[in-house]
């Protein structure tokens, strides 16, 4: 199983820019979709962003034109570029791997089975 640890989380004010990124160790994501969740203290886990083993991305329509997931399998690490950040885009940001995904099920959490601690993302002036 990968284990799978985030960076990245901060404070910015709105329309402001931030990179998450998630790291791989004891695998590689060779194989695996790997997926951006985040969750707030008024929120359910949401679905973000997620990137499945061909490279294809897929999008909630609230971070659609703003958020960008890339990946770099030779640093072994997926990120997830934030722009023209949002008051409701404070929350913690979790990364996680799924390993049988298709492109239907990018978007569900029970298909993930490794998830990081999360890193704290807030936008306030």
């Known amino acids: 199983q990968v284990q799978v640890a985030e960076s990245g989380g901060g404070w910015v004010q709105p329309g402001g820019s931030l990179r998450l990124s998630c790291a791989a160790s004891?695998?590689?994501?060779?194989?695996?979709?790997v997926g951006w969740f985040r969750q707030s203290p008024t929120k359910e886990r949401e679905f973000v962003a997620a990137i499945n083993q061909s490279g294809s991305p897929r999008y909630a329509d609230s971070v659609k034109g703003r958020f960008t997931i890339s990946r770099n399998s030779a640093r072994n690490s997926v990120y997830l570029q934030m722009n023209a950040l949002e008051y409701e885009d404070t929350a913690v940001y979790y990364c996680a791997t799924c390993p049988r995904c298709i492109s239907s099920t990018l978007p569900r959490a029970q298909a993930y089975d490794s998830w990081g601690q999360g890193t704290q993302v807030t936008v306030s002036s």
């Open positions: 004891g695998r590689t994501f060779i194989g695996y979709g």
